[in-house]
């Protein structure tokens, strides 16, 4: 890579302390002058990573793919156009590095800090996959790797982006929420992780999804909280619960896990209560929010049936009109059109990409992504305690 290119697609750390406040929403409107300039980004993982919309921007271009398995392999092949294709992240990073400026790392959740830091250490900036980390250790690991690269970070969290978190970001930042006195946020995923579930989608193997515990995977739930308001929860208790015969407890899973369900009540820095929840095994389904601003209160709508309403303090509840942004001005044409997970992964895509182009932190940068991550691996250390309240240390955070 020219020099050039190099000092524009990497910058220090403390360029992005200045910037990196929230810029104005989604930043979705392109702020950088017409060029030609793309990134240049691999993917890792054909599951999940094989459903994305990087090709679609105009400033990037997929370069390298990479899956250990070879159908995944043909899916990133097929879905970014790419016939660069490397049988490991490992190969890839050894044969292919001054392909690719950025990674997108979309491996099982309990690699993507050694993913990660493999990326970083390579000198690549990163998008990972939900959630940013699973343990305590491995978020400080995560935040050590990215001040001594000076790399960018993101993680590609889908409720940030649902349209009605964006709905009611713009909510809270007019003032027309006020205080976010109470919020109810959910993930409820029936059947994951299960034996069933397994032997249907693994074939029998154990994968990093049996018995997972669900409080390691809080960021479906929280993205709706800190991508709201950007509130910290700060302290937390948490409830676990053990639902189905179907579910590998304790010894038969890998993370020695008693709960199938877990439900967390925590108190944020601005002295607000939120109550944020992770269920494996129940009769409802999706990610879901509920607002309870001092102004005004907004129910998200969800496939278990639930209506989209809102309610003014002093006044009657009415359906709650959320707009469709991807079809406005926010994104590339190219890209304005529904996507996966409530028309987020677009928003997702454009937020990294523009982050790289214009020299700057994405929106769901290293704190934001620990804001929503960390909370969970310390409710489900409460739930282990029967529910003890316990203090959620803030890693990553911009100022100090
Ligand atoms: N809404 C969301 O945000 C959402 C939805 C689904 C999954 N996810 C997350 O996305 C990630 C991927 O999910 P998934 O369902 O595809 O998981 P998965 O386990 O099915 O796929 C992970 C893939 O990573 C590949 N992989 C692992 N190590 C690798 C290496 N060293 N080199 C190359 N490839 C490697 C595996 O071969 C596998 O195909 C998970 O972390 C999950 O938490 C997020």
Same mark, same amino acid.
């Given at each position: 890579m020219p020099s050039s290119r190099r000092e524009f697609l990497v910058r220090t750390g403390a360029a992005a302390a200045a910037l990196s406040s929230w810029p104005a929403e989604l930043l979705a409107r392109t702020t950088r002058p017409a060029s030609d300039e793309r990134v240049r980004l691999a993917v890792v993982g054909g599951g999940f990573g094989a459903s994305h919309h990087w090709h679609e921007h105009p400033g990037c271009v997929v370069t390298a793919v990479t899956d250990l398995e070879e159908n995944r392999r043909q899916r990133l092949r097929r879905q970014y156009g790419c016939d660069d294709v490397y049988p490991s992240l490992e190969v890839m990073l050894e044969k292919a590095s001054d392909r690719f400026d950025a990674v997108a790392v979309f491996t099982d959740a309990p690699s993507h800090v050694r993913h990660a830091v493999m990326c970083f250490d390579a000198g690549k900036h990163v998008v990972s996959a939900?959630?940013?980390?699973?343990?305590l250790e491995d978020a400080k690991t995560l935040v050590a790797a990215q001040q001594r690269t000076g790399l960018r970070y993101m993680m590609h969290e889908s409720s940030w982006y649902r349209q009605e978190c964006i709905a009611a970001r713009e909510l809270y930042r007019s003032g027309g929420?006020? +205080?976010?006195?109470y919020s109810e946020f959910e993930y409820y995923h029936d059947g994951i992780g299960t034996r069933s579930d397994n032997r249907q989608r693994w074939g029998g193997e154990k994968s990093?999804?049996?018995?997972?515990?669900?409080?390691?995977?809080?960021t479906h739930s929280l993205g709706f909280l800190v991508g709201t308001t950007g509130e910290r929860i700060v302290k937390v208790s948490c409830l676990g619960q053990r639902i189905g015969d179907d579910f590998p407890f304790d010894g038969e899973n890998a993370y020695d896990n008693p709960f199938s369900n877990e439900m967390a009540l925590g108190i944020t820095d601005q002295g607000n209560i939120c109550r944020f929840g992770v269920f494996w095994a129940m009769a409802a389904e999706g990610e879901r929010g509920q607002w309870f601003g001092e102004k005004q209160a907004c129910y998200m709508g969800s496939s278990s049936g639930q209506s989209q309403m809102t309610k003014p303090r002093h006044g009657r509840a009415a359906p709650w009109e959320v707009p +469709?942004?991807?079809?406005?001005?926010?994104?590339p044409e190219a890209m304005r059109h529904p996507s996966g997970h409530g028309g987020s992964s677009v928003f997702l895509c454009h937020d990294f990409i523009e982050a790289l182009l214009n020299d700057r932190e994405p929106v769901i940068d290293l704190a934001e992504s620990l804001a929503m991550t960390v909370p969970g691996i310390v409710a489900h250390q409460s739930a282990l305690q029967g529910g003890k309240q316990l203090e959620v240390p803030r890693l990553g955070e911009k100022h100090g």
């Open positions: 939900c959630p940013a980390a699973t343990t929420l006020g +205080r976010l006195i990093w999804r049996m018995g997972f515990p669900p409080m390691l995977y809080p +469709r942004y991807w079809e406005g001005d926010r994104l």
